[in-house]
T-cell receptor, first 109, second 113 residues
Framework: RKEVEQDPGPFNVPEGATVAFNCTYSNSASQSFFWYRQDCRKEPKLLMSVYSSGNEDGRFTAQLNRASQYISLLIRDSKLSDSATYLCVVKSNTGKLIFGQGTTLQVKP | GAGVSQSPSNKVTEKGKDVELRCDPISGHTALYWYRQSLGQGLEFLIYFQGNSAPDKSGLPSDRFSAERTGGSVSTLTIQRTQQEDSAVYLC???????????FGPGTRLLVL
């Protein structure tokens, strides 16, 4: 079983739609959680950290469920520019970052 | 300020040749990481350096892979006797300290023919 698992998609949604991605992790001792965004043929960039209480940044909402060991990312009012691959990242208890395979989002006009 | 830079941006080589990939981290960042990303795959951790500590080499796939970090700054990833399965994007990242947010370079696209 992979340490961090994501549905690779692709998720094809129309502009304005709300879309949610989930990610599960296997190590219950994991400390921190992040979502990174990776555009085609570009490097990953930090999108947002994920806090236990949940956090929001504009149209993006991240949530953590420690009991079920999953993380979610919700994107409201999708834009064409949101099209990218979203990487779920878990920081292990040793401090190492473990990346998921990524979920591809394609927003259509 | 300047971000993480990598060179070359693209490298085509023949099977069996050695290649060197370079990474210049963000100035002042003590931690440096190397990852590999194959087509359609997630990031595979290779090696990391933290200050003057011994590097964590646990992700290196074989003894053909090695890395150095000179003077606590620039790092070089060397792949000896390249194989076709080594073809991938090699990404370097740095962070102020181990375990903090990582900033990635643009990567080196390696193609082994």
């Amino acid at each position: 079983r992979k340490e961090v698992e994501q549905d690779p998609g692709p998720f094809n949604v129309p502009e304005g739609a709300t879309v949610a991605f989930n990610c599960t992790y296997s190590n219950s001792a994991s400390q921190s959680f992040f979502w990174y965004r990776q555009d085609c043929r570009k490097e990953p960039k930090l999108l947002m950290s994920v806090y236990s209480s949940g956090n929001e940044d504009g149209r993006f909402t991240a949530q953590l469920n420690r009991a079920s060991q999953y993380i979610s990312l919700l994107i409201r009012d999708s834009k064409l520019s949101d099209s990218a691959t979203y990487l779920c990242v878990v920081k292990s208890n040793t401090g190492k970052l473990i990346f998921g395979q990524g979920t591809t989002l394609q927003v259509k006009p | 300020g300047a971000g993480v830079s990598q060179s070359p941006s693209n490298k085509v080589t023949e099977k069996g040749k050695d290649v060197e990939l370079r990474c210049d981290p963000i100035s002042g960042h003590t931690a440096l990481y190397w990852y590999r990303q194959s087509l359609g795959q997630g990031l595979e951790f290779l090696i990391y350096f933290q200050g003057n500590s011994a590097p964590d080499k646990s992700g290196l796939p074989s003894d053909r892979f090695s890395a150095e970090r000179t003077g606590g700054s620039v790092s070089t990833l060397t792949i000896q006797r390249t194989q076709q399965e080594d073809s991938a994007v090699y990404l370097c990242a740095s962070s102020p300290f181990w375990g903090e947010t990582q900033y990635f370079g643009p990567g080196t696209r390696l193609l082994v023919l």
